[in-house]
C-alpha cells in the first residue's frame, strides 16, 4: 500500500479577502454622556443590575470624565444595597481622592456605612469624627453622634 499524498491530508486554506474588502468595525464605545443616562434609565427602571453594568462601563471607559467622577457615588450606593460593601468602599474612596466634587459629603456617608458592613469600626469611627467635623450642623449629625457612642 502506497501512502497517500501530504497535500491531500491538509485541509484547504480560506482564499485572503481582497485588500479592497471591507473590514469589520468593533462598535464604537458609547460618550461618557450616553452611558450615564443609560445608567440613570436602568436605575430608574430598578434594575439594579443594569444601573450597576452601565455605571461601571461608563468608570472604565471614561475615567477621567466628570459623568464617571459623579457615577462613583452612585456606583457606591447600589454596590452597598447589593451587599458589596468591599466594593462600594473602593468606589466611594476612588470618588474621595479626586479633589473637589459636589459629591463629596455623599460619599463621606457612604464610605462610613460600607465601613460599618464591613466590620471596621476603628475606620468607621474616625470616619465619622472627620464627618461631623467638617459638617457639624448636617441633618445626619444626630445619627452619626448615635453610632459613635456604639461604636468600641
Do not use: C, M, W
Amino acid at each position: 500500500p502506497v501512502p497517500e499524498p501530504l497535500e491531500e491530508a491538509l485541509p484547504e486554506e480560506e482564499p485572503e479577502a481582497p485588500i479592497d474588502a471591507p473590514r469589520r468595525k468593533a462598535a464604537p464605545t458609547p460618550s461618557a454622556d450616553e452611558l450615564l443616562r443609560t445608567a440613570q434609565d436602568a436605575l430608574a427602571a430598578k434594575d439594579t443590575t443594569g444601573a450597576i453594568r452601565k455605571y461601571s462601563a461608563l468608570v472604565r471607559h471614561h475615567p477621567r470624565s466628570a459623568q464617571a467622577r459623579a457615577a462613583r457615588v452612585s456606583l457606591g450606593r447600589l454596590q452597598l444595597s447589593s451587599g458589596r460593601a468591599k466594593k462600594a468602599l473602593a468606589q466611594f474612596d476612588r470618588y474621595l481622592d479626586g479633589t473637589g466634587g459636589g459629591l463629596r459629603r455623599e460619599a463621606e456617608l457612604g464610605r462610613i456605612d460600607a465601613l460599618r458592613k464591613l466590620g471596621r469600626a476603628d475606620a468607621q469611627k474616625r470616619a465619622i469624627e472627620a464627618f461631623l467635623k467638617a459638617h457639624p450642623n448636617t441633618v445626619h449629625a444626630g445619627r452619626l453622634r448615635k453610632q459613635l457612642e456604639t461604636l468600641p
